[in-house]
């Protein structure tokens, strides 16, 4: 049988924390009760995920009531039921302000995560990121206010998102601290960061890539705006492979060897399951150069 190219590993952050390949987002962790949100928490790590993936500015959209909504939504989570909080990886991130719109300096970084802690209702977090690259802040500043975090033991690692390789870099260059992860958008139906060299400069160095929006917003469910080669493709492997067409999406992001953390959004329980079985299935080569094929709409040369 021909190779596997699916990573069912769990991944590193760091020197000292696993994680597994998928993860749960809580970019839409809005509009149910606290105990349906502990009850997602909980299903989730008996499925293996155990790195929740959160924002300050969650909740501005899909039914949430603000900025801060969905980070005090988990905390009243950890509250309800006092030991989820040890039995995850909890990361969260800041740096974009609705209206300015990013600021990554030291001062402001700092604050932010001090109140995304208190709003978790935790003495730490995992791994703190930059939400979005301040194009007018010195790396310097960052690594300054990493620094702090991590000598208060507020933050224990640190990463970023949406960071070109070359802004990485530079941070990389400054910072004193562990930086263990970059979150870019990659899915079937983004190919952004194979071809960019951001999950090469993983590779490189050591950074484990957390993927989101692997489902490509909930298009590679709809079909919506995707190509219908690329549907053609994935529902053939899907059905080869007797799991759901998301399931064979995210095994995609997870057959790169930069060995990529797949964060999906669902609220749905059926769904989260569903999505779990792209660990277990075979997924190879020809597979995933047909699925890049279908997705740019050409044949690689």
Known sequence: MSENLVSSAQRQLGATVEVGPIALGCWRFTGTSDADNARLIAEALDLGINLVDNADVYGLDWGGSGFGACEEALGRVFKL?????????????????????????AKYLVEACEKSLQRMNVEHVELYQV????????????????????????VLMFGVSNYTTAQTRALLARAHVPLVSTQPEFSC?????????????????????????????????????????LIAVLDEVAEREKVSRAAVAVAFVLSHPADAVAIVGTQDLR?????????????????????VEASEGKKLP
Request: with cysteine; proline share 6%.
């Open 81 to 105: 039921d006092t030991s989820l909080r040890d039995r995850i990886a909890l990361a969260t991130k800041g740096g974009i302000i609705p209206g300015v719109p990013y600021n990554s300096s």
């Open 189 to 229: 139906a983004e190919l952004t960061a194979i071809r960019d060299g951001t999950l090469d400069l993983c590779i490189e160095a050591g950074m484990t890539p957390l993927a989101w929006s692997p489902l490509a917003g909930g298009r590679v469910i709809s079909g919506e705006g995707l190509r219908p080669e």
């Open 271 to 291: 769904h989260l399951a569903e999505i779990t079985m792209a660990t277990s299935i075979h997924v190879t080569r020809t597979d995933v150069y047909r699925i």
């Open 131 to 154: 939400h979005r690259p301040d194009l007018f802040t010195h790396p310097d500043e960052v690594a300054t206010a990493f620094s702090s975090l991590h000598d208060r033991g507020l």
